[in-house]
DNA sequence: TAATATAGTGTATAAAGTACACTAAGATAT
DNA sequence: ATATCTTAGTGTACTTTATACACTATATTA
C-alpha cells in the first residue's frame, strides 16, 4: 500500500460518523477514496484541519466538501491518536457524529478531487474501511445508542412527520431488540414532545397509521434538566 | 505575555483534570508552571504528545512527569482545538479526567524541569488557571459529575475503607445539594457493590460508624451491562 | 451520669417500569 | 356486500424504584 507518498510529522484530521435512517434501515455515511493511501477504499468522510479553523469549523467544512451536507449539528466523540493508525505520518483524527432524516430528495454531492463518490450505506454488513475508520464507526455506534437510550435524539433521523410505529423501528433497530408497543407509546407520548397532526399516511393498504412531529421546544426543556442524583 | 517564544505550526497536547477527595473537599491537581508562556501560573498537568507514543500513554507519561502519580486510569473526555488557544502556536489538547483517592501518604513529586511544584487544589475557588484551563476543567467537572448519577465512580475517589456518611459527603459535595440520609444509604447498600467491615471508626467523639469497602468485582459486573431501554 | 454529636433505622406513598391480548379501521379480493 | 388481511391503537394489574419524613442507639467528654 505505501507507494512514493508524502510523509508529514503531525497532522489534526477530522472524521464524520453520520447516521440516517431511511424508515426501515439505519444507514451510514461513506464515501468511496479517490486518492492514495487507501485510493478506491470505502471511507467516513474525513480529512485534515487547516491550520486556520477550528475542529467545529474543520468538521462542518469537510462534511459539506465531501458530501454535499450542510448545517449538520455535529458532536465531537472521542479522538484516534494511535501512533499507526495513518500510513503517511502520525494523523490524530477527532471523530464527530451527527443524526439525519434522510428525504429521499437531498443529493449527496462531492465537491472535492478527494472523493469519488459519497454514498449511504446500511450499518450492518459495512465493508471494510480505510484506515482504522471501522473502529472509530464502532465506537460512534455505540456512543449513539447509549445516547439514544436517555435523550430522544431519535426524532433527528425521522421526517419531519412520523408514525409511532416509525419511531420504534428505528429504537428497535438501534438498540437491536424488540419492544412492546403499548409501553413504548406510553413512555414517548409521556414525554410530551409529541404533537399529534390531523392527517394519517396515504397509500397503505390497511388502518393507517396517525402522523406525529417532534416539538422541538418541548424536547429542549425536557433534556436540559441535567440528570440529578434524586434528593 | 508573548516574548520570543519558539513558533511551532501545530502539535497534540494532552491535560488532564485529576480529581481527589480528602473526606470533605474535593480537590483538583495542579501544577505551577515554570516554563514561558504563563511561566508561575497555576495549570492543568499537560504537554506535548510525542512522535511515537500513543494518546493514552502520552497521558500516562506527562502526569508521572508532572506530578508523580502512576497507574491512574484516566479517560479521554473532551478534545479542545480552537485556533487560539495557545500563543506559541497551534496546539489540539486532549483531556483526560481521572478520580483517585488521597490519601495522605502519597506525596506530589515533579521530575520535570517544566514544572515548578504540583499541589491539591479544592475545585471551589480555583484560581485562574493558564491557557484555557478554566474551561477544560469545567468540562471535565461537569461530565465527572453526570458520569456519578450513573455509574458510582466515587468509589475511586474513597479511601480503602469508608463510611456511609463520608460516601454520602462526597455525593453532595460533587452534585452540589443535600441527600436524605435514609433513603441514600437504601439505594447504595441496594447496590450490593459495599462489603461492611468487622471494624469502626476509631477516636472520633461520637459513636463510631462501621466501614464499609467497595466490591470492585460486583461492580464491573453491575455496570458492564449497558443501560437498556426496557422492553 | 448528663450532655453532646453523629450513627443508624422503617414505613407509607408516589412514580415509573413491565407484562400481557384484544378491538378498530382501512384496503383488497371474491 | 362481505370476508379477509394487515397494521393501528388501546388498558389494567403488578412490580420495582424513588421519595418524604423523625426518632433511637452509641461512643465520648464534661
Chains 1, 2 share one sequence.
Not at 52 to 59: G, R, T, V
Not at 165 to 188: G, S
Request: charged share 30%; with cysteine; hydrophobic share 40%.
Amino acid at each position: 500500500m505505501e507507494t512514493n507518498l508524502v510523509k508529514f510529522d503531525s497532522v489534526f484530521s477530522i472524521d464524520c460518523v453520520i447516521f440516517g435512517f431511511d424508515g426501515s434501515e439505519l444507514k451510514i455515511l461513506l464515501i468511496e477514496r479517490n486518492e492514495e493511501p487507501f485510493k478506491d477504499w470505502y471511507a467516513l468522510p474525513g480529512y485534515f484541519v487547516e491550520q486556520d479553523e477550528s475542529l467545529d469549523d474543520a468538521a462542518e467544512r469537510i462534511l459539506y466538501e465531501f458530501t454535499g451536507l450542510r448545517d449538520i449539528y455535529m458532536e465531537q466523540f472521542h479522538t484516534f491518536g494511535e501512533v499507526d493508525r495513518h500510513p503517511q505520518g502520525r494523523v490524530i483524527t477527532v471523530a464527530y457524529y451527527a443524526t439525519i432524516r434522510l428525504n429521499g430528495q437531498k443529493d449527496l454531492e462531492s465537491v472535492s478531487p478527494i472523493v469519488k463518490k459519497a454514498f449511504w450505506h446500511p450499518v450492518n454488513k459495512l465493508p471494510k474501511l480505510a484506515f482504522d475508520h471501522t473502529r472509530i464507526f464502532t465506537t460512534g455506534f455505540l456512543r449513539m445508542r447509549r445516547k439514544i437510550t436517555y435523550q430522544p435524539i431519535a426524532f433527528e433521523l425521522l421526517p419531519e412527520k412520523f408514525t409511532l410505529t416509525q419511531l420504534q423501528n428505528l429504537y428497535e433497530v438501534i438498540l437491536d431488540k424488540k419492544l412492546d408497543k403499548r409501553n413504548f407509546r406510553k413512555k414517548m407520548l409521556n414525554y410530551g414532545i409529541l404533537k399529534e397532526l390531523n392527517e394519517k399516511q396515504k397509500g397503505v393498504s390497511y388502518r393507517a397509521a396517525t402522523y406525529y412531529k417532534f416539538d422541538r421546544r418541548k424536547y429542549v426543556k425536557l433534556f436540559q434538566k441535567e440528570l440529578s442524583f434524586g434528593k
